[in-house]
DNA sequence: CGTCAAATTGAAAATTATCAACGAGAGTGG
DNA sequence: CCACTCTCGTTGATAATTTTCAATTTGACG
């Protein structure tokens, strides 16, 4: 079959051995096929697989105790999903589907067989993680510190740029495949302040909107308005262990 | 010398052998002297070096445009600092002290090495990074989805926990050592705000405060307050591989 | 056509920020 | 030892932002 997703999205940071690619593919090997709004892995279940996203996109969340949801992220082919799995007896997070998608399952025992065979990939998945964690410490500093204008208008230029790496086609018009409740629990806003938002970067000419569509009409005063940075700009693996 | 701070961080998780424990005493070889206040990271400069904090209290933030801080993250002995170095040329944070500290300096190779002859060691820094990761996601919740009073007390709660790790003197009285003006920066609320919910928490019986020291009063309504979870309980590291 | 989730809008309320002032305490130089 | 300055904490009054509540409206779909 096609290899592995993961294995493709640290191919965009540095080119990887056949041998990789081989370890790689095998915590790929089964799929599993879910539906639109189906939940893998529930909060506070006990639990121990871990995934790759293959196609389509998901989200991981949290629950709070009075009921609310905060989304944490949303998830794109070749991202690993419940990599808390490896630590926690008991998942701190939900995650489920946005779009029907194909996830591979697999088991601690494969990665740790990965981190040992290759240090390399050991590694790039310190890497991989750092920069999911710059992506979070980026999105924390937004929910602390910003206008609710500002966090909207971040959803949509993340969503974009995500849906981007998967299909080049798209480039300042897109299906957004999210409702207003679920902007608002990404940041923190209610559905009702986000609608408003969105009619307000529509009447100030940044967006348009037609039937689950955005389109971007000033995308430079939308990134501005957002404070946006790429944090896949700018690396440096020239330090990574040579491949075996 | 003492060793590895790190090690012994690690060392709650699960033993550490000798040989594993030399290769981790390679990354505090070197010591430096930090001042409170003064800063070994500044966001957006080009850097290479990461640190382990040996002694002391440190804190890593960012700055908006518009001036506002964040603080993403306090720093306690054992903890690592500027690992975003590994992937960034130019760092996404700042990392300064919040009282007078003891770092250790290390490069990108000294831990390049670990990874490679340590496999277990590779696994254990993926656990850690799992661990501040999820610690980070629920800041991020408390920051979307709860109110101003909650993030106040989970900002006292954390600091009490994390000065006990290093002190199991500390019970319910600590110095907690941050203006309110930081603590507004890691809630994402104003230094006013904060010091109204300071006193409503005060008025409410749940702490006490006299001169810079801070007493739970009413620990178990502090925790149902600040939505509480511990993400140092619970662990499951059955599935390392073996020690070399 | 009926139904249901999602989007939209207005009005009122709650939360949090802003502005301004003052007080307490720590260091500093004369 | 005494001003002097600075940062930090405290408080009140007012303003801005965001939520809540309550209708409607729209669009997708059986």
Redesign the interface.
């Known amino acids: 079959m096609s290899g592995s997703c993961f294995a493709e999205r640290l191919g965009d940071l540095v080119s990887i051995t056949p041998a990789e690619h081989d370890a790689l593919a095998r915590i790929e090997e089964r799929e599993r096929p879910v539906r639109r709004g189906a939940t893998i892995q529930r909060e506070n279940d006990r639990v121990g697989e871990m995934f790759v996203l293959r196609k389509g996109v998901m989200m991981s969340s949290?629950l709070?105790?009075?009921g609310?949801?905060?989304i944490?992220r949303f998830l794109f082919p070749g991202d690993m999903m419940g990599?808390?799995s490896?630590?926690?007896?008991?998942a701190?997070?939900t995650i489920a589907a946005l779009s029907d998608c194909v996830v591979c399952p697999f088991e601690?025992?494969a990665l740790?067989?990965i981190?040992?065979a290759h240090?390399r990939l050991?590694?790039l998945?310190?890497?991989y993680?750092?920069?999911?964690?710059?992506a979070?410490?980026?999105?924390?500093?937004a929910?602390?510190?910003?206008s609710a204008k500002a966090r909207v208008a971040a959803v949509l230029i993340d969503m974009r740029n995500r849906l981007r790496m998967m299909d080049k086609s798209i480039t300042d018009s897109f299906v957004l495949g999210l409702t207003q409740e679920e902007i608002g629990?990404a940041?923190?806003l209610t559905a009702v302040h986000v609608n408003r938002m969105l009619r307000q970067l529509e009447d100030e000419g940044l967006i348009a909107r037609a039937n689950g569509h955005i389109a971007f009409i000033n995308e430079r005063a939308l990134l501005r308005e957002a404070?946006y940075?790429d944090?896949y700009q700018?690396?440096?693996?020239s330090?990574?262990?040579a491949p075996l």
């Open positions: 949290m709070l105790d009075d609310s949801r905060q944490l990599l808390s490896l630590v926690y007896r008991e701190p997070e601690r025992s740790s067989g981190l040992t240090p050991a590694a998945m310190m890497v993680s750092q920069i999911e964690r710059a979070l410490t980026d999105r924390l500093a929910l602390g510190r910003t629990d940041t923190g404070n940075v944090r700018g690396l440096d693996l330090w990574l262990p």
